[in-house]
């Protein structure tokens, strides 16, 4: 899986916003000073999380961002679907439209196996999770695995 910069940037600002004090709105500049996020860019996320209703804004001197659900009812998966789609795709297409022939049938099942896979992880670990530094047994467990470390 390749984690793009705007998921990175998209995680981050809603952990600066989960770390927030409820019904204090923080000032996208401020995200982007403590995150080191492009101001341009972190706008652009801001607003797709806002559209997918993950994020509401107010404007104005007392306006900024906040996390339209409680952070626990927000997950990573929820986070990657606003700002990039759906978790796993092939050539543009959910793994279950993809066709295959012959001897490459086998792929199409594979293919949704990826995306189980990564369900598992991603749809588990929500904002309160990161903001509290604590990851669920199941996904830590993947973690404190030596294998897991080892670049390849």
Do not use: C
Request: zero cysteines.
């Amino acid at each position: 899986m390749r984690v793009t910069a705007k998921v990175d940037y998209a995680v981050r600002a809603s952990i600066e916003l989960g770390a927030a004090p409820p019904g204090q709105p923080v000032k996208g500049e401020r995200i982007a000073t403590a995150q080191h996020i492009p101001i341009k860019f972190l706008e652009n996320i801001l607003a797709e999380l806002k559209r997918s209703g993950l994020i509401s804004s107010q404007r104005g001197a007392d306006g900024g961002y906040w996390l339209a659900r409680p952070p626990e009812q927000i997950t990573v998966a929820d986070l990657i679907r606003a700002v990039e789609g759906p978790l796993a795709n092939v050539r543009g297409l959910q793994p279950q439209e993809a066709e295959f022939e012959g001897s490459a049938v086998p792929l199409q099942r594979m293919w949704i196996s990826v995306r189980a896979s990564l369900r598992g992880v991603l749809e588990q670990v929500t904002i309160a999770d990161l903001v509290a530094g604590t990851l669920p047994p199941t996904v830590s467990a993947l973690a404190d695995d030596p294998d897991a470390w080892a670049p390849r």
